[in-house]
T-cell receptor
Framework: AQSVTQLGSHVSVSEGALVLLRCNYSSSVPPYLFWYVQYPNQGLQLLLKYTSAATLVKGINGFEAEFKKSETSFHLTKPSAHMSDAAEYFCAVSLSTNAGKSTFGDGTTLTVKP | KAGVTQTPRYLIKTRGQQVTLSCSPISGHRSVSWYQQTPGQGLQFLFEYFSETQRNKGNFPGRFSGRQFSNSRSEMNVSTLELGDSALYLC?????????FGEGSRLTVL
């Protein structure tokens, strides 16, 4: 079984500030980890994924995440927030390369203040 | 390449009715999954179909069912609708390890 915990349902940052969204996972086998973003009234789109290659994963729009096995974490970061980053972010885990059955965290809503 | 297409985008039903939602995956994707998204429960996995067979199933009552056709298009059906079934139903397809989502079908049950 696997689970995901996203710490902080709401995060607010100023434009230009560091974005840090936290994700911890629990998995009985080596996990495959994903970050997705959802804009209002839209589906989710992939930001980045970890599939046991490099532990530091770079994604779209300047986001990156680091897989830390010892901490069971996969936090999402971006050095400088932009207004367009305001959205809801979901961390997800699957047990195999087939992500059809993924387990999602509860989501973190990111607000970017001008 | 066209993305995942879900129809209808919005629909309103009354308690006791049934509803069928449709999903056309990205061309070449054989896996189609369905998720229910609500403010209280977040994203919950419903089921996954691969090559017309249900490969995985979540913890939903039997009122929720689905199927997949030979062209990989999928439908899900909810019978005897309850108020709590109001949600955004998301379809996703994959063949590369990550999910590609449609924009969802927003169901309101009155």
């Amino acid at each position: 079984a696997q689970s995901v915990t996203q710490l902080g349902s709401h995060v607010s940052v100023s434009e230009g500030a560091l974005v840090l969204l936290r994700c911890n996972y629990s998995s009985s086998v080596p996990p495959y980890l994903f970050w997705y973003v959802q804009y209002p009234n839209q589906g989710l789109q992939l930001l980045l994924k970890y599939t046991s290659a490099a532990t530091l994963v770079k994604g779209i729009n300047g986001f990156e995440a680091e897989f830390k096995k010892s901490e069971t974490s996969f936090h999402l970061t971006k050095p400088s927030a932009h207004m367009s980053d305001a959205a809801e972010y979901f961390c997800a885990v699957s047990l195999s390369t087939n992500a059809g059955k993924s387990t999602f965290g509860d989501g973190t809503t990111l607000t970017v203040k001008p | 390449k066209a993305g995942v297409t879900q129809t209808p985008r919005y629909l309103i039903k009354t308690r006791g009715q049934q509803v069928t939602l449709s999903c056309s995956p990205i061309s070449g994707h054989r896996s189609v999954s369905w998720y229910q998204q609500t403010p209280g429960q977040g994203l919950q996995f419903l089921f996954e179909y691969f090559s017309e067979t249900q490969r995985n199933k979540g913890n939903f009552p039997g009122r929720f069912s689905g199927r997949q056709f030979s062209n990989s298009r999928s439908e899900m059906n909810v019978s005897t609708l309850e108020l709590g079934d109001s949600a955004l139903y998301l379809c996703a397809s994959t063949n590369t390890g990550e999910l590609f989502f449609g924009e969802g079908s927003r169901l309101t049950v009155l």
